[in-house]
């Protein structure tokens, strides 16, 4: 069965700081990675996506994830965090073509605070 | 904004009751995908529509059901409520029947007492 483990259900950073959002999954293929993003009583905006190619991927507003196979994991990055970047952070695995019993499978979601 | 627009945002029901819910995807996609996020979890996969027809189901009862429209619009619904339906349904407009790039609506909140 496919999973994805965020580890981190609070992340408080400082505006300008670092940021690495962590994300491990289980998936029995080749997997199709994402990272979505969720401001309050919105829906998600699709970050980043990866599926082959380069391991690390660059998205909107800065973010890049790195997809690193031997560790099951696709962290998400941001060099210098922005206040506006405060929000729910989702990490979801899945095939590329639904159909049958595929499906995206989301993380519980990491919410990142930033102190001014 | 995505151009996914859902209807309505908030509502209050009754437990045993039915609901609709619907869904307008963006233009140009012919694929909607509905998902429920209980408070605190992520977004659990119910069903997607790909050109009219059911692609795909997720850990979801029958009571939950669905339908898409010529226009790749969709509707959502849930029969004979449970308090446990309570959450945010959100729908997801895309193309080709792929997980690709799922364009999200807003959501309808439901709370069901």
């Known amino acids: 069965a496919q999973s994805v483990t965020q580890p981190d259900i609070h992340i408080t950073v400082s505006e300008g700081a670092s940021l690495e959002l962590r994300c491990n999954y289980s998936y029995g293929a080749t997997p199709y990675l994402f990272w979505y993003v969720q401001s309050p009583g919105q829906g998600l905006q699709l970050l980043l996506k990866?599926?082959?190619?380069?391991?690390l991927v660059q998205g909107i507003k800065g973010f890049e994830a790195e997809f690193k196979r031997s560790q099951s994991s696709f962290n998400l990055r941001k060099p210098s965090v922005h206040w506006s970047d405060a929000a729910e952070y989702f990490c979801?695995?899945?095939?590329?073509?639904?159909?049958?019993?595929?499906?995206?499978?989301f993380g519980t979601g990491t919410q990142l605070k930033v102190e001014l | 904004e995505t151009g996914v627009t859902q209807s309505p945002t908030h509502l209050i029901k009754t437990r045993g009751q039915q609901v609709t819910l619907r869904c307008s995807s963006q233009s140009g996609h012919n694929t909607v995908s509905w998902y429920q996020q209980a408070l605190g979890q992520g977004p659990q996969f119910i069903f997607q529509?790909?050109?009219?027809?059911?692609?795909g189901r997720g850990n979801f009862p029958p009571r939950f059901s669905g339908l898409q429209f010529p226009n790749y619009s969709s509707e959502l619904n849930v029969n004979a409520l449970e308090l446990d339906d309570s959450a945010l349904y959100l729908c997801a407009s895309s193309w080709g029947g792929t997980n690709e790039k799922l364009f999200f609506g807003s959501g309808t909140q439901l709370s069901v007492l």
């Open positions: 529509y790909y050109r009219e027809e059911e692609n």
């Open positions: 979801a695995v899945g095939p590329y073509l639904t159909g049958g019993g595929n499906k995206l499978t």
């Open positions: 990866y599926f082959s190619g380069d391991t």
